[in-house]
């Protein structure tokens, strides 16, 4: 089984370095043994404080294009939109500073091994140097909420421990603690919109306090800036991380000095071991969860010379590994209590980061999710439920202020104070990524699934319901009538844009596929969520009057599904985004079964956009192919997403990879691949869709014989599988409650009463 990740040599930058979180604090670890560099982040910690964006033009910009659409004036209604109805950009994730571990020892290290031990969530990194054996140990604690830091030598050896960061900051050193404490700026401009323009501070910015203490048998000094270490074989550092962020809507003024002064003090009294024996038992647990073996033996090579390899090996243990490291991801980024993950989950080193390191919502963030439930984490997607909440509240004055509407809309980006309102700031050409009001109805899918899967409901009738209801009376209120069909127009296909005439290339359009996708998914969910709860009012009955009327897809000249309501000529054929599928996957609108001409205007879609795009793209493709039933394409994407990308300087580009330390590259670096393509693994063994469990529906034909055990099927069943020789061999469901179930395998489909914690098992 695949669970280390294993390296000869310490990181030289990000993408080498082993990723650690407890959700909200986070931690890269380069394993320099003479400089050791730990850069810490806090998933609070962001540009800016509350705000709410209004542009009072925008509702009459947004009246006017939804006439000047129909009548053909897309240009006009473009340049109309882009003038008036934008507004500022999203606020960024920022990096919280850096802890170095100086060896003051001469000589070069020999027998060097870093690896990362998923199953315990702990770091380690061995080394001798001058015929010493020395010996680290990194984990991030959830239980204790600390970093930790382990440091052994078989004899004394010395150290000087310091901290520095980027924002408004100052590191100090008392006794045997190590102090720093900065601000966050109330300014600052996004690379891809202004570039790197000089940081402003109005001290109302999130405050932040990272205190290390440190134990040693050695002695321990301190100056104005570092402590130092003499004559240690052992030391323990423990860090602790507080911010002032207190909630979206109100300025950052919690107590944090003292509080993280207090706590890291309290976790100073606990022996490393008692730390460690929770921090595992916490983490093991989770990560325990799941167990998938595809049938190859464990191997011990370089994790960096693997993938570089593998092009030519063929080495598809690989798969194993980024599908566990998927899963460790999510621990490491995503508890109760946490923000939800964000571009880079909440691994950050850089002040100006690819896209703020913000949230895109029009797919990426949910894209974070996608495994989570899968995978038998339910419970780690709640911070996703909160941010969804959050831009519940915010949403609903982007719905007043830009369309008079009621219920709630969000649009592409969101940051960690709920913006909703449309980004752009007026640049032309923005409109592909900046006019997109469907955020909030693919997000709520995320609330019905939580349901689906946990059937918890009381969260569907006290938590999911409301927000479905509100989603929903946003577009209740802005579509129109067209035809047979009500729409939500103008639309745009995220980012995407087509030729309107030969010279002109335009995002907007009548309507667009994913528009009406997303329509029929929420309001066909929440005619579902009505059904459990037992409501029958008003509302309801206007969902399920209007829903039939979403469905818009028509089949174009070479059997593509259409993107827009007209088949117009393509700008980039190969474009990322695959949002005309959403109803294949996440949505289930689509399935090969049920509606089998969609699948196949899928299929052909999917084989007119190719298979090599940015890295979260691939990640979607596993996902849709394993969803048509062709495993065999899924896994090429894998391994496609499985090519070795060497670590760059950061900057945009296409074409995917996987970074040394397993990051998913866009390129630059972006965790959604990474998530992406552990859905698409686990949606190669079980899928559940139409009221059925799917037992190995997209088996991959290298994966002869294999395992895995403990996936999520809806209904809150635990399921385990086994296959021999690319078949079923056999599988077991567990369910904590009694209920029926309709479990469809290769050979066919069965209806199962399920006993209430009575494992049932099939062998054929
Ligand atoms: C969407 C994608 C880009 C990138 C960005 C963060 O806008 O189209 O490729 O992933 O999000």
Known sequence: MEN?????APAACFEEALPLGNGSVGAMVYGKWDKEKLSLNHDTLWSVKPRRIARPEAYEAYKKAQKLVPEDKIEDATSLLERDFTADFGQSYLPLGNIYIEAKCGGTAEEYARELDMQKGIATVRYTQNGIRFAREYFVSHPDNCIVVHITSEKPADYVFSADSQLKSASTAFGRCLYLTGECPTSISPL????????????EGIKFAAIGSLASDGTVTSDDT???VAQATEITLVICIETSYINFDVLPTKPYYYPCEARVQKMAEKSYTELRARHVADHGELYGRVQLDLGFPENHAMTDERIRAEEKSGDLGLAELLFNFGRYLIIASSREGSEATNLQGIWNEQLYA?????????INTEMNYWPVLMCGLAGLDLPLVELIRKISVTGANAAKDFYRARGFCAHHNVDLWGLATPVGAQRTGCLSYAYWN?????LCRHLWEHYEYTLDKAFLRDTAYPIMKSAAEFYLDVMVKDGEHYIVTPSTSPENSYYHTKTSRVSLARHTAMTQGILTDLFGNISKAA?????DDEFVREVRKKLPTFCTYEIGSEGQLLEYDKEFAEVDVHHRHMSHLYGLYPGESITAEGTPELAEACRVTLLRRGDVSTGWSMGWRVCLWAKLGDGDHSLELVKNQLKFKAPDDGRVSFGGGTY???FDAHPPFQIDGNFGVCAGIALMLLQCDSGKIRILPALPSDFQNGSVHGLAAKGNVT???TWQNGKLKSYSLLSPTAQNVTVATPHGETSIRLESNIKFTFTE
């Open 4 to 8: 280390k990740l294993r390296y000869s």
């Open 660 to 662: 040394p330390n397993l």
């Open 226 to 228: 570092c402590l130092t």
């Open 531 to 535: 059904s459990v709860l037992g409501i």
């Open 192 to 203: 891809y919109a202004m570039g790197t323009v000089p940081l402003t501070y109005d001290g």
């Open 438 to 442: 469907m955020s909030s109805g693919w």
């Open 719 to 721: 399921v385990d599988i």
């Open 354 to 362: 690819p896209w703020s390191s913000n949230y895109t919502v029009n």
